[in-house]
């Protein structure tokens, strides 16, 4: 079954808008979680979440983790049509080593 | 600086032929190499990763099989291509001892199968 799903599968949004993406998981160990963006190809690293409450931010991006209820989310806020992309959640599990997770990730389309 | 070679970019193959697709390292020494393969609405998926020369532990049982015979350098094979083979296969490396987040993708490959 799948371990991480994320919602919406795929969202168009109005330039300026803020959206919100989710990433909800199950693995036995938790080891952590890991945000990427995806455009055209290679996936590019947006955050790494470990523990539970601490707010990650880089600009108009932010993500945060829930681990009591096994989600993260992720914000984008004032988007722009550069953040369209595909953003991708992996979740590492403790117990298998190298063995994460991806989920199918959420298509972002921005419009002008 | 350090760089990762992906080649070909673009595959089309027939249903039954082989495959090898090759990945390389350059500018540092001993990485932990992976591959993986996005299929067309389906997230990455881990197929295999390397810690070392000649170990390579695979993640998900298929007709693909991966071989490290340099320290820098990972191939991807396969000796009788499925149509569900068809995808984007990225190759990564990470420094030994470090885990995802310090993960650097290739630039891929399309593979797609006929």
């Known amino acids: 079954e799948d371990k991480v799903v994320q919602s919406p599968l795929s969202l168009v949004v109005h330039e300026g808008d803020t959206v919100t993406l989710n990433c909800s998981y199950e693995v036995t160990n938790f080891r952590s979680l890991l945000w990427y963006k995806q455009e055209k190809k290679a996936p590019t690293f947006l955050f790494m979440l470990?523990?539970?409450?601490i707010e990650k931010k880089s600009g108009r991006l932010s993500s945060i983790l829930d681990k009591k209820e096994l989600f993260s989310i992720l914000n984008i806020t004032a988007t722009q049509t550069g953040d369209s992309a595909v953003y991708l959640c992996a979740v590492e599990d403790r117990n298998t080593g190298n063995q994460f997770y991806f989920g199918t990730g959420t298509s972002l389309t921005v419009i002008p | 600086s350090q760089t990762i070679h992906q080649w070909p970019a673009t595959l089309v193959q027939p249903v039954g032929s082989p495959l090898s697709l090759e990945c390389t390292v350059e500018g540092t020494s001993n990485p932990n190499l992976y591959w993986y393969r996005q299929a067309a609405g389906r997230g990455l998926q881990l197929l295999f990763y390397?810690?070392?020369?000649?170990?390579i532990s695979s993640e998900v049982p298929q007709n693909l099989s991966a071989s490290r015979p340099q320290d820098r350098q990972f191939i991807l094979s396969s000796k009788k291509l499925l149509l569900s083979d068809s995808g984007f296969y990225l190759c990564?490396?990470?420094?030994?001892?470090?885990?995802?987040?310090?993960?650097?993708f290739g630039p891929g490959t399309r593979l797609l199968v006929l």
């Open positions: 470990t523990s539970s409450g």
């Open positions: 990564a490396w990470s420094p030994l001892g470090l885990g995802l987040e310090t993960q650097y």
């Open positions: 390397s810690v070392g020369i000649g170990q």
